[in-house]
Nanobody
Framework: QVQLVESGGGLVQAGGSLRLSCAAS????????MGWYRQAPGKQRELVAA?????????NYADSVKGRFTISKDNTKNTVYLQMNNLKPEDTAVYYC????????WGQGTQVTVSS
């Protein structure tokens, strides 16, 4: 079973940027796509960005992050990234990477806190 390890979270002021990383324990090519999810306190986990693992690297974003977040991947490093710009307090959440639409075991996630 592949293991996913997220990193890169932290505390940032509104308008700031963070780059999250997700390292997989084996090739992400075994999955058709990879995605970033987030879960805010008291809310359900939601998918915010996804990318296909093939050469076309097609991406999709939730409306709430479109134009501010960019998902990318490095197949040689089995790593998926989430560049987050112009962060807002409502982006505060624990961020996880996983395999949409059928997630596998969840990692520990990485906390992102955006202060106003």
């Amino acid at each position: 079973q592949v293991q996913l390890v997220e990193s890169g979270g932290g505390l940032v002021q509104a308008g700031g940027s963070l780059r999250l990383s997700c390292a997989a324990s084996r090739s992400i090519f075994s999955f058709r796509q990879m995605g970033w999810y987030r879960q805010a306190p008291g809310k359900q986990r939601e998918l915010v960005a996804a990318i296909t693992t093939g050469g076309s690297a097609n991406t999709n974003y939730a409306d709430s992050v479109k134009g501010r977040f960019t998902i990318s991947k490095d197949n040689t490093k089995n790593t998926v990234y989430l560049q987050m710009n112009n962060l807002k307090p409502e982006d505060t959440a624990v961020y996880y990477c996983n395999v949409p639409p059928r997630p596998i075991d969840w990692g520990q996630g990485t906390q992102v806190t955006v202060s106003s």
